[in-house]
């Protein structure tokens, strides 16, 4: 079957509006082919365009793509530097189709320790698309969940200090509020490649509720018919949350 075909599956009335991918397999995929782990990292650029015009024909919202964790500094350095430089040319060079595209790219993270040419070149992308109304492309770069967290803690505590805020008034709205995807609803869909069942933290507060997909596809074979599939699965799920599954289907006999 075919990605048309596979699409043609999906059921127009449920498609997630947010879709978190973790973006694995790109070293082992190189090595595979007997190249450079950086093989794998550019090759994976296409991956997520492909990913990318999926989302759009379906008519998903919000596509959240983790590119570059805080643990991911502890690789050697010149996976590090030659990944930096992927994303400089690739956010670049990218503009112009987004724009085509209507794209918006947005970004989460600590944007602020990134390298100044590639915060430079984000900032600039991001500027570019701000007016399109397509797909939201949110790279998570420089990002980590417990990152996350600590950085709203603080900046919670804070307003606590400064009188801004009472204790009381915490509640999971309020702290979803303090986080970098405040403006996005949470993924209803999170996706893994590579074989790997973990979430490297990622969004660990954000997919609370989220169905998860684990898949052995290496992220640089993974092309639209996977992501198609991948939305056919999650509607297979019944989502209860917290609920029995004859309060989710009230026409069934109790
Ligand atoms: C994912 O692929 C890309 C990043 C983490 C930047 P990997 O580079 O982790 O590939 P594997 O997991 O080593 O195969
Ligand atoms: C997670 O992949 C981070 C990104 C995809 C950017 P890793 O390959 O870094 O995850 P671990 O270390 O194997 O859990
Ligand atoms: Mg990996």
Same mark, same amino acid.
């Given at each position: +079957?075919?990605?048309?075909? %596979?699409?043609?599956? @999906?059921?127009?009335?449920?498609?997630?509006? /947010?879709?978190?991918?973790? +973006?694995?397999? !790109?070293?082992?995929?190189?090595?595979?082919?007997?190249?450079?782990? %950086?093989?794998?990292?550019?090759?994976?650029?296409?991956?997520?365009?492909?990913?990318? +015009? $999926?989302?759009?024909?379906?008519?998903?919202?919000?596509?959240?793509?983790?590119?570059?964790? #805080?643990?991911?500094?502890?690789?050697?350095?010149?996976?590090? !530097? $030659?990944?930096?430089?992927?994303?400089?040319?690739?956010?670049?060079?990218? @503009?112009?189709?987004?724009?085509? !595209?209507?794209?918006?790219?947005?970004? @989460?993270?600590?944007?602020?320790?990134?390298?100044?040419?590639?915060?430079?070149?984000?900032? /600039?992308?991001?500027?570019? #698309?701000?007016?399109?109304?397509?797909?939201?492309?949110?790279?998570?770069?420089?990002?980590?969940?417990?990152?996350?967290?600590?950085?709203? +803690?603080?900046? @919670?505590?804070?307003?606590? $200090?400064?009188?801004?805020?009472?204790?009381?008034? &915490?509640?999971? /709205?309020?702290?979803?509020?303090?986080?970098?995807?405040?403006?996005?609803?949470?993924?209803?869909?999170?996706?893994?490649?590579?074989?790997?069942?973990?979430?490297?933290?990622?969004?660990?507060?954000?997919?609370?509720?989220?169905?998860? /997909?684990? #898949?052995?596809?290496?992220?640089?074979?993974?092309?639209?018919?996977?992501?198609?599939?991948?939305?056919?699965?999650?509607?297979?799920?019944?989502?209860?949350?917290?609920?029995?599954?004859?309060? &989710?289907?009230?026409?069934?006999?109790?």
């Amino acid at each position: +079957m075919d990605a048309a075909q %596979i699409r043609d599956k @999906i059921n127009r009335n449920s498609v997630p509006r /947010h879709i978190a991918i973790i +973006m694995d397999g !790109n070293g082992r995929w190189a090595e595979q082919q007997g190249e450079q782990r %950086i093989f794998g990292h550019t090759t994976g650029v296409e991956s997520v365009r492909e990913v990318l +015009m $999926a989302a759009q024909e379906i008519g998903v919202d919000y596509l959240t793509l983790y590119a570059f964790s #805080t643990e991911n500094w502890n690789r050697p350095e010149w996976e590090v !530097n $030659a990944l930096m430089d992927l994303l400089v040319n690739s956010i670049s060079n990218e @503009i112009e189709s987004l724009n085509k !595209n209507k794209v918006r790219l947005l970004a @989460i993270g600590d944007l602020e320790n990134l390298p100044e040419k590639c915060r430079a070149e984000l900032m /600039h992308a991001i500027d570019k #698309t701000k007016h399109n109304t397509g797909v939201r492309l949110i790279l998570a770069l420089n990002y980590s969940s417990k990152w996350e967290l600590t950085h709203a +803690m603080k900046h @919670i505590a804070r307003d606590i $200090a400064e009188k801004k805020l009472i204790a009381e008034e &915490i509640n999971d /709205h309020l702290i979803s509020s303090y986080l970098s995807t405040a403006p996005y609803p949470d993924p209803e869909l999170l996706i893994r490649t590579s074989g790997e069942q973990r979430i490297s933290n990622f969004l660990l507060w954000q997919i609370a509720y989220a169905e998860l /997909h684990f #898949t052995e596809t290496l992220w640089p074979d993974f092309k639209k018919a996977h992501f198609f599939q991948a939305i056919i699965d999650y509607q297979k799920r019944e989502r209860r949350f917290g609920k029995t599954s004859d309060q &989710i289907r009230p026409s069934q006999p109790a």
